[in-house]
């Protein structure tokens, strides 16, 4: 692992552990301030309850994340030594095998890991984008709401103002 490669990682690590905290922070003080909260509607009451799990799952997961990336640290070199022996092993004889038996199991192990820290990075993705959706769902019907109690305040004023004849009588 190059230097530069093993500094963005570290800082990657960092990063990735800093806003797992933060936000699981702000969405614990959401979950408590919730209980605080008599008067918010039910149907208010749990989406910000949804949305506060969804990202506490989201923070977890970068946790994990940034766990198998610190992890990297320790199986990349006996990754690389590994290829380098795969390539001098082709080099001197190109029709071989490029890894011999005690080898596979930690091309396997190695293998496995990569894919199981790409599903936890699409499962990160899959929590943003259903976060996003249940914002834009949430939006579209609070916006719906806010249409309707315009709509029946204006034919309230309509009725009155009908009622009342104009001021002619």
């Not at 994990?64 to 092993?89: C, H, K, M, T, Y």
């Not at 095998?97 to 890991?113: H, I, L, M, N, S």
């Not at 790409?118 to 943003?128: E, H, I, Q, S, T």
Request: aromatic letters at 10%.
């Amino acid at each position: 692992m190059s230097t530069t490669q093993a500094i963005f990682s570290a800082v990657l690590i960092v990063v990735l552990l800093g806003l797992a905290a933060y936000y699981a922070w702000r969405q614990v003080q959401a979950l408590r301030g919730l209980r605080g909260q008599e008067n918010l509607p039910p149907e208010d009451r749990r989406y910000v309850r949804n949305q506060a799990w969804r990202r506490l799952a989201c923070s977890g997961l970068m946790v994990v994340f940034a766990g198998l990336l610190g992890g990297s640290f320790f199986i990349e070199p006996i990754a690389q030594e590994l290829i380098n022996r795969g390539d001098a092993a082709q080099a001197e004889n190109p029709e071989g095998p490029v890894f011999g038996a005690d080898e596979k199991p930690f091309v396997r192990f190695f293998t496995a890991y990569w894919i199981s820290a790409l599903l936890v990075l699409l499962g990160m993705v899959v929590l943003a984008l259903w976060d996003l959706l249940a914002i834009r769902r949430f939006g579209a019907r609070q916006f719906r709401k806010l249409q309707a109690d315009r709509r029946a305040m204006i034919e309230r004023q309509a009725a009155r103002l009908r009622h009342e004849g104009n001021g002619h009588h």
